[in-house]
């Protein structure tokens, strides 16, 4: 049983425009998501993460947004560019126990 | 700078060998884990140890073992593979017990490729 969905599984975007990567959740109980940025030959590494405390968490160009009442979040990327280009995954947990349940990934391409 | 290492890159492997894969860090982490990557299924996790000799199974557990005998190493066992286990496998570990945001560190991964 999937309880992370993640969409789109590819997605290509024009350099300078907005990527947006969705994920949806089903156990309430998930108190922490994080989004993990995997280059092609490397190990997945942490972007990004939010609690459900909050609506949206920003760093840089990479934005969190997260909606409670809908099991949902989100990460956009501004102004995307060439080195974006990776595989991203979301993840939720609970209890910060460690153990993440992670979304199917999605290979995002940025085109210059 | 935390590192996780994974014994190889690139596998090949026959039907029926007992494989093993293995992964060290350097952190002095307590938590590791063992997850398998394939397309269109993401990151899925078949076990994970929180200490020394302790052991839990993930989500597809079946058809691997795991050891850790010292903190520092986790090793995956294959007792006998097979062409479904063709994957890429990816090694990680963090801290037990940690404020947020915590972070789980990969290795690089073993590509295995049983024929």
């Known amino acids: 049983q999937q309880q992370v969905k993640q969409s789109p599984q590819s997605l290509i975007v024009q350099k300078g425009g907005i990527s947006i990567i969705n994920c949806a959740y089903e156990?309430?109980?998930?108190?922490?998501f994080p989004w993990y940025q995997q280059f092609p030959g490397k190990g997945p590494a942490l972007l990004i993460a939010?609690?459900?405390?909050?609506s949206e968490k920003k760093e840089g160009r990479f934005t969190i947004s997260f909606n409670k009442s809908a099991k949902q979040f989100s990460l956009h990327i501004m102004d995307s560019q060439p080195g974006d280009s990776a595989t991203y995954f979301c993840?939720?947990?609970?209890?910060?126990?460690?153990?993440?349940?992670f979304g199917q990934g999605t290979e995002l391409s940025v085109k210059p | 700078d935390v590192k996780v290492t994974q014994s190889s890159r690139y596998l090949v492997k026959r039907t029926g060998e007992k494989v093993f894969l293995e992964c060290v860090q350097d952190?002095?982490?307590?938590?590791m884990f063992w997850y398998r990557q394939d397309p269109g299924l993401g990151l899925r996790l078949i076990y994970f140890?929180?200490?020394?000799?302790?052991?839990e199974k993930g989500d597809i557990p079946e058809g691997y073992s795991v050891s850790r005998e010292k903190k520092e190493r986790f090793s995956l066992i294959l007792e006998s593979a097979s062409t479904n286990q063709t994957s890429m496998y990816l090694c990680?570990?963090?801290?037990?017990?940690?404020?947020?945001?915590?972070?789980?560190?990969f290795g690089p991964g073993t590509r295995l490729t049983v024929t």
């Open positions: 990680a570990s963090s801290f037990l017990r940690q404020g947020l945001p915590y972070e789980q560190y």
């Open positions: 156990n309430t109980a998930f108190d922490y």
């Open positions: 939010i609690r459900p405390d909050v």
């Open positions: 993840a939720a947990d609970y209890n910060q126990g460690g153990k993440l349940i």
């Open positions: 952190m002095d982490h307590e938590n």
């Open positions: 140890s929180y200490d020394v000799k302790m052991k």
